[in-house]
C-alpha cells in the first residue's frame, strides 16, 4: 500500500523560507513521477511544482517559479519543495502527489495528507 507522508509545514513570515519533505512508501519510489499541489481555503486544489521519475525534468506554476525548487532523493524515498520568498497568498495546505507520466503530463493516483505552511504579512 503506497504511503506519502509530509512534513516541514509551519507559520513564517512573508519573505521568509520553509521546506517541506515527502517520505514515500509502498512501491519502487525511483519509478514514479512525484508532485506538490496546494489548496488554500474556498479554492480549489492546485498544481505547484513536479519531478520525473528521475529528477532530470521539473515543473512550476508561474505563480512559484523562481521562489519554489522540487527535488526528490530516489536513495532515500523522499521528494522535497524548497520555498523561498514566501508570499501570505502562498497560505495553504500542500500535498505531495504520486503518479505516472513524463515530460508535463502526470496523473497521480496517491496522495499524502498534507502540511499546513501559513504566511503572514
Known amino acids: 500500500q503506497v504511503q506519502l507522508v509530509e512534513s516541514g509545514g509551519g507559520l513564517v513570515q512573508a519573505g521568509g523560507s520553509l521546506r517541506l519533505s515527502c517520505a514515500a512508501s509502498g512501491r519502487t519510489f525511483r519509478l514514479y513521477a512525484m508532485g506538490w499541489f496546494r489548496q488554500a481555503p474556498g479554492k480549489e486544489r492546485e498544481f505547484v511544482a513536479g519531478i520525473n521519475f528521475s529528477g532530470g525534468r521539473t515543473y512550476y506554476a508561474d505563480s512559484v517559479k523562481g521562489r519554489f525548487t522540487i527535488s526528490r532523493d530516489n536513495a532515500k524515498n523522499t521528494v522535497s519543495l524548497q520555498m523561498n520568498s514566501l508570499k501570505p497568498e502562498d497560505t495553504a495546505v500542500y500535498y505531495c502527489?504520486?503518479?505516472?507520466?513524463?515530460?508535463?503530463?502526470?496523473?497521480?493516483?496517491?496522495w499524502g495528507q498534507g502540511t499546513q505552511v501559513t504566511v503572514s504579512s
Open positions: 502527489a504520486q503518479g505516472t507520466g513524463d515530460y508535463g503530463h502526470y496523473k497521480y493516483d496517491y
